[in-house]
């Protein structure tokens, strides 16, 4: 896969002033400028080697080069490989064609609003996902902030639990329990296949012998993708009391497949996935109600009408950046309260009654006293320059503390399972982290679910002993469905040439279960 830099650490070179000064001898810079957002990078000329670009600043232009062997890209706004670099006789990114949304004067009759031409429509035809505008620009300008249909600020008043959290800033506490009297809620989520690379991990972490203050074995949430992953093993996930939840059912590698997905590739995608392991985990209980986008490249409004549609309760791919106050969870029937981060800012503008399991950014200074401020990491495997089993030590013990001594907003701690398996020292500290914060009466380690239904439920600490929601999955009942799973080999059109093992305690399907037969019984071109 090819690497790209993102322009944040491409600030490499800048001319020196006089070869700067010459470079823009007759350049009208409030010409050039006008109407330019001020995060955009832009070629003057493409005459030289593609790897100048100009942004403007308060100050004038300011001017940036790739380093050497790379060329930028005007379309994704980074530095990449030259081969791969096909815009270089382009000076800008492409402008799209703006709505007319805010005048003096009303230009359009009530409950219509402005094309970019001047064409007045009804507003709810304004970013529904479908062009309506001539110019196009009715579905230009949708974002969480821009939406014209957008869901309504946060208003206490009209949003109440157990359906409905919202707050202002996303920093306040569900049932105004004062902190001290809160749960330190810590998630340990897994994102991908559940198999044989992985198994013994999850066996280690999740021994039994690790017990949360209420008596209870602490719990994580497996977000599982489809293909290599082991159904009997995931069966057993759910036995003991672990929320299995949906990752995907392809995982396609194309980003853009993601963020700009339709309505019935995600409902295919995350609808199908459940019904695989439904079936084949024999997950009968309906508990298979959250899932996460891959690459956190979050659908849009699409993503979520697919998922109430469907009944999913929650989603857990959009992330924080890192605050002073971490942001509890919240509802989505008002507007999300803090910006919209992460890949390709496709966030859900409009209401949903699906709640979003916020992932806050982790802190992954080693100092935070001394060190200057790094942007945060939303996986723990991100978090690229934690090298050693003492430096994700200090980020777990920092990070508590972070959340602990602020609002108590829940921990998320989100990882692939092979970055915990790349280093021993990893797995260990983790273990030896878990057994220190089990030491204390006020550190829960619970799933998704469980912090959702605690939020519904506010419930102060000393009273949590008997609470009901959290002993549903207290006691791990029977033995595994099955000690020897079948392992079927199977082949699907839709994947010429591969034979793939599923290995389930159920009967082996006909085919391999892929988009168009997500059941495995075949399917009609």
Known sequence: MARWWPIVSVLLFCCAD?????????????????????????????????????????????????????????????????????????????????????TDEPICPDGKLSCGDGECLDKELFCNGKPDCKDESDENACSVDEDPNRAPECDPTQCALPDCFCSADGTRIPGGIEPQQVPQMITITFNGAVNVDNIDLYDDIFNGQHQNPNGCSIKGTFF???????????????????????????????????????????????????????????????????MRAPYLRVGGNKQF?????????????????????????????????????????NCPSRSHPVWEMVMNELDRRDDPTFDESLPGCHMVDSCSNVASGDQFARLLRHNFNRHYNSNRAPLGLHFHASWLKSKKEYRDELVKFIEEMLGRNDVFFVTNLQVIQWMQNPTELNSLRDFQEWKEKCDVKGQPYCSLPNACPLTTRELPGETLRLFTCMECPNNYPWILDPTGDGFSV
């Not at 493409?46 to 005007?74: H, W």
């Not at 700009?260 to 024999?282: C, H, K, P, Q, T």
């Not at 929650?314 to 509890?328: E, F, H, K, N, Q």
Request: hydrophobic letters at 30%.
């Open 18 to 102: 006089a070869q700067h000064q010459d470079k823009l001898e007759g350049v009208d810079v409030e010409e050039v400028c006008a109407d330019r957002p001020a995060d955009e990078y832009f070629r003057l000329d493409t005459e030289n080697d593609c790897r100048e670009v100009y942004r403007c600043t308060r100050s004038g232009l300011k001017e940036i080069q790739c380093p050497s062997g790379l060329a930028f890209d005007v379309i994704k706004q980074t530095c990449d490989w030259k081969a791969k670099v096909t815009n270089c006789d382009e000076k800008e990114k492409p402008r799209k064609a703006q709505p007319i949304l805010k």
């Open 224 to 290: 599982v993708s489809h293909k290599y992953t082991n159904y009997s093993a995931v069966q057993d996930l759910h036995r003991r009391g672990h929320e299995i939840s949906v990752f995907s059912l392809t995982h396609k590698d194309d980003p853009n497949y993601w963020s700009g997905g339709s309505y019935d590739d995600w409902l295919a995608e995350m609808a199908g996935s459940r019904l695989i392991v439904e079936r084949f985990a024999n997950i009968t209980d309906g508990s298979i109600i959250g």
């Open 305 to 345: 009408e697919m998922m109430a549609d469907q009944f999913f309760v929650y989603d857990a791919s959009i992330t924080a950046s890192l605050g002073r106050v971490p942001i509890w969870p919240y509802t989505l029937y008002f507007r999300m309260p803090h910006k919209c981060n992460g890949n390709a800012h």
